[in-house]
């Protein structure tokens, strides 16, 4: 009898274990800590698993063997998967799948992350009322569906879908995924990914690439200076790596003097093309240990082929001028003002080195603004832009970093030293850290014989009688006073007016009407308008606003 008993247990203990799903890797099991989690009739138990420890534990939840791919995506697959049978994306029914942003559309939609399709930008992430743009996105989700498991690997392009699956291995081999950074609701738990160095696009790190993909809650990394490229260690300054594609490096200038460092040169012949500069004002020279083979210079480009160091550097020059001006986001909505466009329109008949804006472009910041803006974001000189409180927020501030890059930088033309700096993001003032590296661009100034621009949002004060439109007082005054120690020219937006004058001895310049609702009457500067500025190599800057009628 008890031989009878012990039978019928180890009978009981095979069934049940023949009842568990097949799990990653062949292993046929799936198991959380404390559960069984997975079984071939209900899918995943999500509430054995705290945040983020489904996808970290993938891979016993869904079976490995098998992997639907979409067209095109085979090599991604056979990369990650190299013993797995690839099928036909057509066929998913559940298991392990590498998705196009096409594919994955339909099996996301009503979930906390879906892929779906904005004007001018076509695919983009909707993150838990958060929207983000650009083929460096990965998706990794796992979900429940008609009783099955589903793990989606997907993204923007074939590389935003290889760097799910490679920030997937890394979970599967021990790694955390950070847990603010999961989404998880009801049967889903999602992240939303970034891959920085896939310089082919291929979804599959090689070599001759650097790469790093990161999760992030709502604003992207980003890695402004700094990629490998086709094995080369490429460094630049005065300017930020917005693309690599193959050997092209592309950069959008932040002044006139753009230098490229390669380390441990091994020769190879890179193409870097530099945007947002005026040619007229620059030449290229080879650096150490570096030749460029040909410079070109058009519009507000330089193409520049070089093996090595070299950099992009200001002509002499004494006087010219500046165009400025600020606020020309909508009162509300999506479409630019008219004005706007008129402004734009007559700042490119302007003969001028390049363009400075104050801020708030659009109005709050979501995709589609940006969108509607970008289409008609066509200047033939350079743009250097401080941001704005209204496209700083949500999703619009990496918007901000894709299109114009880091916030806080400087460069010099002729006699004068550029100081672009973001004063809305703390609460319209500047850290410790930030006035002392504004102090320390100061200082560099002196010593160079410039005088100092400041090109902020809000300025220190607020003109009008009882106005209070500006920055925190303690820090509007520390700015004032470290403005006129070094004799700095001071140029803000943010009160839509257009105002010139000294406030404690400092020379300000209040540039706002670019198209925003005005705030005070024509007579008291309530009028749309630019500015041009003429920058005297003596020092002096002299001030002119053009009205502009809507």
């Not at 031989?3 to 959380?32: H, Q, R």
């Not at 604003?219 to 990629?227: H, S, T």
């Not at 704005?388 to 806080?408: A, C, K, L, M, T």
Request: charged share 20%.
């Amino acid at each position: 009898m008890r031989k009878y008993a012990l039978t019928l247990l180890l009978a009981f203990v095979v069934l049940a274990a023949g009842c568990v799903g097949s799990g990653g890797s062949g292993t046929g099991t799936s198991t959380s800590p404390t559960a069984t989690t997975s079984t071939s009739s209900g899918g995943i138990d999500f509430s054995a698993y705290g945040k983020g420890q489904v996808l970290e534990n993938w891979a016993k939840l869904a079976d490995t063997s098998v992997v639907y791919v979409s067209k095109g995506y085979e090599d991604v697959a056979k990369h990650y998967f190299p013993n797995a049978k690839i099928l036909p994306a057509s066929e998913y029914k559940g298991g392990v799948a590498i998705l196009s942003p096409a594919d994955a559309r339909p099996l996301l939609r009503g979930k906390p992350i879906v892929i779906t399709v904005r004007d001018y930008f076509g695919y983009i992430v909707y993150k838990m009322g958060f929207e983000f743009v650009g083929a460096d996105k990965g998706v990794m989700a796992a979900f429940n569906r008609d009783g099955k498991t589903y793990v989606v690997f997907t993204g923007l392009s074939k590389a935003g879908a290889g760097a799910a699956v490679d920030y997937a291995i890394k979970l599967k081999d021990g790694a955390k995924v950070p847990a603010g950074d999961v989404v998880r609701r009801g049967q889903f738990e999602g992240v939303v990914l970034k891959v920085i160095g896939d310089t082919n696009w291929n979804g599959v790190p090689e070599k001759d690439e650097y790469w790093t993909v990161e999760p992030f809650s709502t604003v992207e990394p980003f890695i402004y200076y700094w990629r490998v490229v086709d094995g080369e260690n490429v460094t630049v300054k005065g300017g930020f790596i917005r693309l690599v594609n193959g050997s092209t490096v592309h950069i959008r200038a932040l002044g006139f003097n753009v230098s490229v460092e390669v380390k441990n040169n091994r020769g190879t012949t890179l193409t870097y093309v530099i945007d947002n500069i005026n040619p007229n004002y620059v030449v290229a020279k080879s650096g150490p240990g570096g030749t460029v083979k040909s410079a070109s210079f058009s519009g507000t480009k330089v193409v520049v082929v070089s093996t090595g160091d070299f950099s992009v550097v200001p002509r002499n020059v004494s006087s010219y001028t500046v165009l400025a001006f600020g606020d020309h986001r909508p009162p509300s909505g999506v479409k630019p003002p008219e004005v706007f466009l008129k402004i734009r329109d007559d700042i490119n008949e302007e003969e001028g080195a390049f363009i400075i804006d104050g801020g708030d472009l659009v109005y709050t910041g979501t995709v589609e603004q940006w969108a509607a803006l970008l289409k008609v974001w066509k200047w033939n000189k350079p743009i250097f832009v401080a941001p704005g409180n209204h496209e700083y927020q949500g999703d619009g501030i990496s918007i901000f970093h894709r299109v114009f890059g880091p916030d806080n930088y400087a460069f010099s033309l002729g006699k004068y030293r550029y100081i672009i700096i973001n004063d809305v993001e703390d609460n319209y003032g500047l850290s410790d850290e930030t006035f002392k590296w504004l102090e320390g661009q100061m200082k560099l100034a002196k010593e160079r014989g410039e005088r100092p621009v400041l090109v902020l949002h809000a300025p220190p004060v607020d003109p009008r009688p009882n106005g209070h439109h500006s920055m925190r007082p303690e820090d509007g005054k520390r700015l004032l006073a470290m403005m006129k120690t070094y004799n700095a020219f001071g140029i803000f937006s943010h009160i839509h007016m257009y105002w010139y004058g000294e406030e404690d001895g400092v020379q300000m310049l209040i540039t706002g009407g670019g198209g925003a609702p005005l705030y005070v009457p024509e007579d008291q500067g309530g009028f749309y308008h630019y500015v041009r500025l003429t920058m005297e190599a003596n020092g002096t800057i002299l001030v002119e606003p053009v009205k502009v009628q809507p």
